[in-house]
């Protein structure tokens, strides 16, 4: 089936569409503390909370959304005209990894929170941000991580292999060694992931309900029970997730050591 209609389906309860509680990512909008007419990118907007939640804390800044999703592109254009239709947004439905900026390092804040998969994982999509954002800018980005050696036949269950994420500590490692100091980062709780993956069984079920007729209502409760398995069974206690908060240093103050 179609991917993006599978993860409006199961997302369609899900104001972030990432472990994070709304509390965390409202804490780090003001922690970020931008400047008046500040530029922000955001790659993978979904359905653009960060963005839209930093607009309005910040009103002056201009901001650009892009994502692949035409229906979360709706979605957050919506949300836009309806919280804040003055500020300077503007929402693009496009592959992330194509978007080149008028002009290199020109973004004072730049995220991909939960889709490093554009950039061909967590390593490329710090390299790539970094080209875009301006001396002294923040880079944020959202990354899972292993809480311990997962098992094997939790690996075959989600299709991946322990090499493609790291720990939480080789996550900021790998900024460091772009030459990006890592500043903060927010955690999932027990809690965060419980309700990320628990409404996405919700949405599905509902879903599936109501469209009884739909043709892709076996492959949708197929593909989300067998998710909702590997969770309860391994994921759970094996993988976890974080915001990274990079800071980028200007030319004349980055010190190496």
């Not at 709706?74 to 500020?87: E, N």
């Not at 980005?141 to 493609?164: F, K, M, S």
């Not at 469209?211 to 759970?236: C, I, Q």
Request: proline share 4%; glycine share 8%.
């Amino acid at each position: 089936m179609d991917m993006w209609k599978f993860y409006d389906i199961t997302h369609r309860e899900h104001i972030l569409c990432n472990p994070m509680s709304l509390e965390k990512l409202e804490q780090l909008i003001t922690l970020l503390s931008l400047k008046p007419e500040a530029r922000v990118l955001d790659i993978a907007t979904g359905k653009g909370e960060f963005l839209i939640g930093l607009a309005e804390r910040y009103p002056q800044i201009t901001g650009t959304g892009i994502d692949l999703s035409p229906y979360f592109i709706a979605d957050v254009r919506k949300k836009h005209q309806a919280r804040i239709p003055d500020a300077q947004l503007h929402f693009l439905e496009m592959d992330g990894a194509k978007y080149v900026p008028e002009t290199p390092e020109s973004f004072d804040l730049i995220a991909c929170i939960g889709a490093s998969w554009i950039y061909g994982g967590h390593r490329g999509t710090l390299n790539a941000l970094y080209k875009m954002a301006a001396p002294e800018s923040w880079i944020v980005v959202g990354e899972p991580y292993w809480r311990h050696e997962p098992e094997r036949e939790y690996l075959e269950a989600i299709g991946v292999t322990q090499n493609d994420f790291g720990t939480h500590y080789q996550n900021a490692e790998v900024g460091r060694e772009q030459g990006l100091e890592a500043v903060y980062t927010l955690v999932s709780s027990q809690d965060d992931w419980d309700r990320y993956e628990g409404l996405q069984w919700y949405a599905a079920e509902t879903w599936a309900s109501d469209h009884r007729d739909d043709p892709d209502v076996k492959t949708v409760l197929k593909r989300v029970r067998e998710s909702k398995t590997a969770y309860l069974r391994w994921g759970r206690e094996t993988l976890g997730w974080a915001i990274y908060v990079f800071k980028k240093g200007g030319y004349s103050t980055f010190i190496v050591g």
